[in-house]
């Protein structure tokens, strides 16, 4: 993914209007004028939301006749989770790292008793 594309998505999903229009689109594709009744915001609102969705490649359109039809693209999705997946490493390390302080007494040693903490702060 480029880096383009990912800040695409990235914006596009910052939106909690947009990212409940993919939390509907990921149980069963939907036509346009169906999406907005199912949203408080009008039917052009929704128009402009579903254009956002379409750049970042998240929403792809079917024409069938008079209907336009939305489809879920997760792909995108998966490109974006991989690129933050490279940073739970760190994160899990600095939490191990806060745990184990945290648990310490003040001479450094781990209580024994306070068992396993893997998971503890997760």
């Given at each position: ?22 939390d509907r689109l990921r149980v069963s594709d939907a036509r ?67 745990e184990a302080f945290v648990l310490a007494d003040a001479d ?15």
């Amino acid at each position: 993914m480029g880096e383009y594309q990912l800040d695409t998505v990235l914006s596009a999903v910052a939106d909690p209007t947009r990212r409940a229009i993919l939390d509907r689109l990921r149980v069963s594709d939907a036509r346009v004028t169906e999406l907005a009744r199912e949203f408080p915001i009008s039917l052009n609102s929704t128009s402009k939301h579903i254009k956002v969705l379409e750049r970042a490649r998240l929403v792809e359109r079917h024409v069938r006749g008079r209907d336009h039809v939305l489809s879920l693209r997760a792909e995108a999705l998966g490109e974006a989770v991989a690129w933050m997946t490279q940073y739970r490493e760190f994160w899990e390390q600095r939490l191990a790292a806060l745990e184990a302080f945290v648990l310490a007494d003040a001479d450094g040693d781990v209580d024994a008793d306070a068992g396993t903490t893997s998971g503890a702060l997760r």
